[in-house]
């Protein structure tokens, strides 16, 4: 059953701590996605990950880092978060044959305080 | 600047009636446009999709009409039921727009008045 997981479901952190949200896969996709969703904006692209140490900045990468060790985990680093970073993360993950089809994870509720 | 346009928020409708989301696009390079359906508390799941070759495409009740000369699509949801409230993503992607990436609209949310 193809499926991508994500924890913590739900996160609350103060203003200056490190978050660490974690995405697993289990359909060996090459290429996986970090997502943030705010009310009225839709997705936004943090970071895409083409496979193991090889990843590339989206739209809005500022605060944020990734981390590849292996192909079915793709973690998001929030390094001294700031209040403007809560929001919900959505991981993905696609095949290399039709990478606008996106299996989403169910989402990290991240609120900072 | 928006690359991908949904027109309306959120849309209402009466229980069995055909609703209609619109969705429009800047960049003619976009040549795929899928469609992602989001229930509260979950991530988007794909719902149907097309290409740009094509002008429309149907899966059950859920159809997309798609006009490239005009740059835009719209998805039709026929005899539309209480199970089909939810968020409406129109996304966009193409060869030469961003290596793997999709743009997504900013999501029509979808209810029915019972």
């Known amino acids: 059953d193809m499926k991508v997981t994500q924890m913590p479901r739900y996160l609350i952190k103060r203003m200056g701590e490190n978050v660490l949200l974690e995405c697993g896969q289990d359909?060996?996709?090459?290429?996986m996605y970090w997502y943030r969703q705010d009310p009225g904006l839709g997705l936004q692209l943090i970071y895409i990950s083409y496979d193991v140490d090889s990843n590339s900045e989206g739209d809005i990468p500022k605060g944020y880092r990734v981390s590849r060790k292996k192909r079915e985990h793709f973690s998001l680093i929030l390094d001294s978060a700031k209040t403007n970073q809560t929001s919900v993360y959505f991981c993905?993950?696609?095949?290399?044959?039709?990478?606008?089809?996106?299996?989403f994870g169910p989402g990290t509720r991240l609120t900072v305080l | 600047q928006q690359q991908v346009r949904q027109s309306s928020q959120s849309l209402t409708v009466w229980e069995g009636e055909t609703a209609i989301l619109n969705c429009s696009y800047e960049n003619s390079a976009f040549d795929y446009f899928p469609w992602y359906q989001q229930f509260p508390g979950e991530g988007p799941a794909l719902l149907i999709a097309i290409r740009s070759v094509s002008d429309k495409k149907e899966d059950g009740r859920f159809t997309i009409f798609f006009n490239k000369r005009e740059k835009n699509l719209s998805l039709h949801i026929k005899d539309s039921q209480p199970g089909d409230s939810a968020t409406y993503f129109c996304?966009?992607?193409?060869?030469?727009?961003?290596?793997?990436?999709?743009?997504f609209g900013k999501g029509t949310k979808f209810s029915l008045i019972p």
């Open positions: 993905a993950s696609t095949t290399g044959v039709n990478y606008a089809e996106q299996f």
């Open positions: 996304a966009a992607s193409g060869a030469g727009t961003g290596s793997n990436r999709l743009t």
């Open positions: 359909m060996s996709h090459e290429t």
